[in-house]
Nanobody
Framework: QVQLVESGGGLVQPGGSLRLSCTAS????????MRWYRQTAGAEREFVAS????????NYLDSVQGRFRISRDNGQNTAYLQMNSLKPEDTAVYYC???????????WGQGTQVTVSS
């Protein structure tokens, strides 16, 4: 059974930092592109960042480029999202996904709330 478990969300002041983690089990982690998405109430889920399994090539939403950094530890089956210089507009539920680069099957975590507010 595939599971993705996110952690690290919370309340932070504008300009602060948080690091989200996503630990996967039940899959061959190195076959999966890891992605972070976010969603606010009434809006569609928005792509935030992705990282390839071997090359570790990354891709970012323009509005987080230079502030967020995605990384992964293949030995620990974990992906991370380091979020710096947080803004109120970053407030959302953040989800990680694992997408198989061969079959394109995709799994999702349960989400973690990030709130940026003074």
């Amino acid at each position: 059974q595939v599971q993705l478990v996110e952690s690290g969300g919370g309340l932070v002041q504008p300009g602060g930092s948080l690091r989200l983690s996503c630990t996967a089990s039940g899959l061959q982690f190195t076959h999966y592109i890891m992605r972070w998405y976010r969603q606010t109430a009434g809006a569609e889920r928005e792509f935030v960042a992705s990282i390839e399994p071997y090359t570790t090539a990354t891709n970012y939403l323009d509005s987080v480029q230079g502030r967020f950094r995605i990384s992964r530890d293949n030995g620990q089956n974990t992906a991370y999202l380091q979020m710096n210089s947080l803004k109120p507009e970053d407030t959302a539920v953040y989800y990680c996904s694992a997408r198989n680069r061969y079959t394109r099957s995709e799994y999702w975590g349960q989400g973690t709330q990030v709130t940026v507010s003074s």
